[in-house]
């Protein structure tokens, strides 16, 4: 897969270093000669460019991507790096890094976004999720507004604890993707019980995070 990121600060190239190792193609574009560390990340391509230029872009060859990350630290250069790269070039998926919450807003399909990453609610999900039994937390969004990545631990005496995966009536909209297990990590299949402690990830509209969190640990 051929991954362009937009950003070669400390977050683009740690980025970058993670899809090389796991066998992808990287370019990683800057307009600042500073951030051209080539060293770094020596196994990716560099280009010194405007991410924001379409001659920068045509350069980058985009046409041919299948992921673009606009990666730097300024939400305004990510919001137009994901929206050249989904009306012009028809990347399939634009995934972007918002620096400031009080821009959440803006990062969305109107803007070419394909996946919004926000640090702050990030850490703040996470920390959520260290000291929150049977509450629905939400990790991550997708196509905003339309999905979201939540999680919920379960509590022992959540009324689905002992039933298989399978036998339950998930609300419409959601779905089961992984079980965290004592370390492990599970592709739940309809036979696997639901134990107490599970970590459940589901991917579900936001209509239905409530029904959700009442079906698994109604207070």
Known sequence: MR???AGAGAVGRSIAAELLENGHEVLLIDIDPKAIKIDSVPRAEWLLADACEISALDEAGLNACHVVIAASGDDKVNLVVSLLA???YGVPRV???IN???NEWLFNESWGVDVAVSTPRLISALVEEAVS???LVRLMTFRQGQANLVELTLPEDAPVVGQRAGSVPWPTD?????ILREGRVLVPSAD????????LLFVASQEVEEELSQLLAPH
């Open 174 to 178: 959601s779905a089961l993707v992984a």
């Open 86 to 88: 989904k009306t012009e």
């Open 192 to 199: 696997d019980p639901l134990e107490a402690g599970d970590e």
């Open 95 to 97: 995934v972007a890094r």
């Open 100 to 102: 400031h919450p009080k």
């Open 3 to 5: 991954v362009t990121i």
């Open 133 to 135: 039994v049977g509450d």
